[in-house]
C-alpha cells in the first residue's frame, strides 16, 4: 500500500465541525461518560468502607473488575458513535453502551498489542547488557573493564539502543493502534485486528506520528481548562481518530476489489 492521502487538516476539520453541529448531542454523551468513568475514585472509599478489613481485597478486586467492564464498554461505543457519525448515521446516547459484547475480544487484542509493544523494547534492553557483557570479556580484563559502560564508546551505544528500542516500540504501536476500530467496525477477531490495522497503516507512520502528536496535544491543552476544554478535544480527537481510519480502510487493498482478475466474493468471515 502506498501512502496514504488522508489529509490530517481534514480530519480535525470534519472532527470540529461534526462537534460544533452535534454540540449538545456530545456534551450530555461525554458528560455521562466522564461521570462513570470517574466517579470509581470516589465511590471506591464508599465501597472499601464498607467492607470489613479481612475482605477489603476482595472488595478492591470486585470494584474493579466492574470498572474495567463499563470504562471499557464505553470506550468501544464512542467509537462506535464517532463512526455513525462518519457514515452519517443517527447515534443515540444509548449507543455509548452498546458494544459490551466486545469487551473480552478488545481485552485480549489490547493485550496483545501490548505485548508486541513490551517486547520490542524489552528485546532492544537486554540487548544493551549483551554488548556491555560481550564488550566486558573480549577485554581480557574485568577489572580495567567493569565500568566501561560508563565510557564514552559505552554511553553512546547504550543511548543509541535504547533509542532504537524506543523508535521500534513506538513504531508497532502505530501499525497496531486500529485494532479497536476493527473490532468495532467489522466484527474482526482477536489476530485479525491487529492483521488488519497493521495492513492499513502500511507506509503511512510518520503521518499518522504527527496526528497523534496533534492530538495528545490538543488534550493537553484541553487539560488545562479541564471541565471545559476536555468536553471539546475528546471529542474532536475522537472524531479525528474515525475519520482517519475510515480514509486508510478505504485505501487499503484489503478493502477494494480486484477489477483485473475478478473474483466471487467470499461470504464467510474469518474471526480468528
Not at 36 to 54: A, D, E, G, M, Q
Not at 157 to 174: A, E, K, P, R
Request: proline share 2%.
Amino acid at each position: 500500500m502506498q501512502n496514504s492521502k488522508f489529509s490530517i487538516k481534514e480530519a480535525f476539520v470534519f472532527g470540529i465541525n461534526t462537534l460544533k453541529n452535534n454540540f449538545l448531542f456530545f456534551i450530555v454523551l461525554f458528560v455521562i461518560s466522564f461521570i462513570i468513568l470517574f466517579s470509581p475514585n470516589i465511590l471506591l472509599k464508599v465501597w472499601v468502607s464498607s467492607f470489613p478489613k479481612t475482605k477489603i481485597l476482595i472488595a478492591i478486586i470486585s470494584f474493579y473488575l466492574i470498572y474495567t467492564f463499563l470504562s471499557t464498554t464505553i470506550l468501544l461505543g464512542l467509537t462506535k458513535i464517532c463512526l455513525n457519525f462518519y457514515d452519517n448515521i443517527k447515534s443515540k446516547i444509548s449507543d455509548v453502551f452498546s458494544q459490551y459484547k466486545l469487551i473480552f475480544r478488545y481485552i485480549f487484542a489490547s493485550i496483545l498489542s501490548g505485548l508486541a509493544v513490551l517486547i520490542s523494547f524489552l528485546i532492544g534492553t537486554f540487548s544493551i547488557f549483551f554488548l556491555i557483557g560481550l564488550s566486558a570479556i573480549t577485554s581480557f580484563n574485568l577489572i580495567t573493564t567493569r565500568f566501561h559502560f560508563l565510557s564514552t564508546y559505552g554511553a553512546v551505544m547504550t543511548g543509541l539502543f535504547v533509542i532504537v528500542s524506543v523508535i521500534v516500540s513506538i513504531y508497532i504501536g502505530i501499525r497496531l493502534q486500529f485494532y479497536e476500530f476493527f473490532i468495532v467496525d467489522k466484527n474482526e477477531g482477536v489476530i485479525s485486528s491487529l492483521k488488519k490495522s497493521w495492513q492499513i497503516t502500511k507506509g503511512n507512520v510518520l503521518k499518522l506520528s504527527f496526528f497523534l502528536l496533534l492530538s495528545a496535544g490538543l488534550n493537553i491543552l484541553g487539560s488545562i481548562f479541564f471541565l471545559v476544554g476536555l468536553f471539546v478535544s475528546i471529542p474532536v480527537t475522537m472524531l479525528a481518530y474515525a475519520f482517519v481510519y475510515r480514509k486508510l480502510l478505504n485505501e487499503a487493498s484489503i478493502e477494494k476489489p480486484d477489477t483485473k482478475t475478478p473474483e466471487i466474493p467470499e461470504t464467510t468471515q474469518i474471526l480468528t
